[in-house]
């Protein structure tokens, strides 16, 4: 347990890192635009690549989901590059099985509550430090 633990946070590091850096390329279009093209890209990247390993593992076995290979670079470092790759594989899996009602429920529920969240945790916060 421990060693996979050390694997899964080895994997995290280099993905944080890489995130940031890969955020930094692109954030200096987000000064010139207002757009956050920094996160997209990072989100949209990270979505490309868990679609290459997903499909590598079924294909090859490759990535499997108790493999070394899959705690380092899908968990550790995918998990730590951008959640929205995970996300984004889900619902593909949803939608490969045909599951279109839970498929669009996943979508909005994430998308929705997910900003109702971020918005109630802000103005939580702002409401009590005054």
Known sequence: ML?????IGTGGFIGAVSRYIAFLAFDR???????PIGT?????????IIGITFGLSVKFNIFSRHAV???LFVTGFLGSFTTFSTFSQDNLILLLDKNY???ALNICTSVIAGILLAAAGYFAVTAAVQ
């Open 3 to 7: 060693k996979n633990l050390l694997i």
């Open 29 to 35: 279009f987000y000064h010139k635009t207002g757009f």
């Open 40 to 48: 997209l890209a990072v989100n949209l990247i990270g979505s490309l």
């Open 69 to 71: 290979s899959h705690m």
């Open 101 to 103: 009602g839970l498929f």
